[in-house]
């Protein structure tokens, strides 16, 4: 029910204004590497020394064009940096379509592919790659769509997809053909009964159905979990089919369980991290304080000490 209403508060435009119109957090600070490129890029260069990254510019739910453009210019001049300052090999980019315009009134695909395919082409011709995030159920065939329409030139092109989701072993099965790169996790979004899984239990039990799909099939798997139980699933499935740490990758969130992140790496585990930069953080954030009341009573009591 918190997770519920902390989702809720998540879309409201008033509490967004409130909360966004502050300082830049250090408790925010924890899940959000800054705002700026250079915030980006520095916390690229630290985390690079043993793991692997992918960098998202926060911005979602874009309501006009030039926000849309904006978004896909910031990804450009990222991309040129970390191709020039030799960090490519070691970071892909992440991308909210509907950051992209995806949610817009008119021509919303349309312009949400294009967008997608200039990130693209800049990924290519940095060196690297991109996956496309997952955002709520009423957009998975949409977005799933957009991703096929993009690996037709990039066939790299990675998709994301939510263990929460009823319909989510049969996509594993659709995507996990060879050359395909699918992140797993088990979805940040609040949705009804009528397609999702709601209970932990039942959402653990699909995740682990839907990675021995990925990891039986020719596909890259980037498992992307914090749950200790799960991450040695993936091992064991990993293990199983024959996967060595270069056939498959763990994923984790900035800021969340970094010992883990790096006590994995040091095993000799490809290991990914997901870092969020940018000034349209507060979604996101709220996303992250809604898994887990701990973030969200140390945020209340941040909040009121100001
Ligand atoms: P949980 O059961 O939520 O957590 C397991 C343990 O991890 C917790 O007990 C706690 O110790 C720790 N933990 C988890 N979250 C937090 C937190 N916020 N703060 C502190 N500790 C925490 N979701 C989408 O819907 N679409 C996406 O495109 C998407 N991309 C993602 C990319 C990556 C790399 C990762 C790691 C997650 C992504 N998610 C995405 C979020 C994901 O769906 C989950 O909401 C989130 O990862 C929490 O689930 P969990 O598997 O870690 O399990």
């Not at 510019?57 to 904006?70: S, V």
């Not at 955002?135 to 769509?145: A, C, I, K, P, S």
């Not at 991703?147 to 319909?167: C, E, H, K, Y």
Request: proline residues 4%; aromatic residues 6%.
């Amino acid at each position: 029910m918190l997770r519920t209403a902390v989702l809720a508060a998540a879309r409201s435009p008033l509490v967004r204004r409130v909360v966004e119109s502050g300082p830049f957090d250090p408790l925010v600070g924890r899940f959000v590497a800054g705002t700026r490129d250079d915030d980006a890029v520095a916390a690229v260069r630290r985390l690079a020394t043993d793991r692997y990254i992918t960098v998202d510019h926060l911005g979602e739910d874009t309501t006009d064009r030039a926000q849309a453009d904006g978004i896909v210019a910031a990804y450009l001049r990222l991309l040129v940096r970390l191709a020039d300052e030799g960090l490519a090999h070691r970071t892909e980019v992440s991308v909210k379509l509907s950051a992209l315009g995806q949610r817009l009134p008119v021509d919303a695909d349309k312009i949400a592919l294009d967008a997608a395919r200039q990130v693209c082409a800049a990924a290519g011709a940095a060196g690297t790659t991109v996956t496309v995030d997952m955002e709520d159920h009423t957009t998975t065939d949409r977005t799933l769509q957009t991703v096929r329409d993009l690996r037709v030139d990039f066939p790299w092109t990675g998709a994301v997809l939510q263990s929460q989701l009823r319909r989510t072993e049969a996509d594993c099965r659709d995507l996990s053909g060879p050359g395909s790169r699918v992140r797993l996790c088990k979805g940040a979004y609040d949705e009804p009964a009528s397609v999702a899984f709601r209970t932990a239990h039942e959402v653990d039990r699909s995740f682990v159905r839907c990675l021995r799909v990925l990891m039986e099939g020719r596909g890259l798997p980037m498992v992307a979990t914090h749950d200790p139980r799960l991450v040695e699933i993936a091992r064991v499935l990993a293990a199983r089919n024959d996967r060595g740490p270069a056939d498959w990758e763990l994923q984790m969130l900035y800021g969340v369980r970094p010992r883990a992140q790096t006590e994995l790496a040091a095993e000799g585990l490809r290991m990914r991290v997901y870092l969020p930069y940018g000034t349209e953080w507060f979604g996101y954030f709220m996303r992250r304080l809604g898994e887990r009341p701990a973030n969200l009573a140390f945020f209340a009591r941040a909040l009121l000490t100001r």
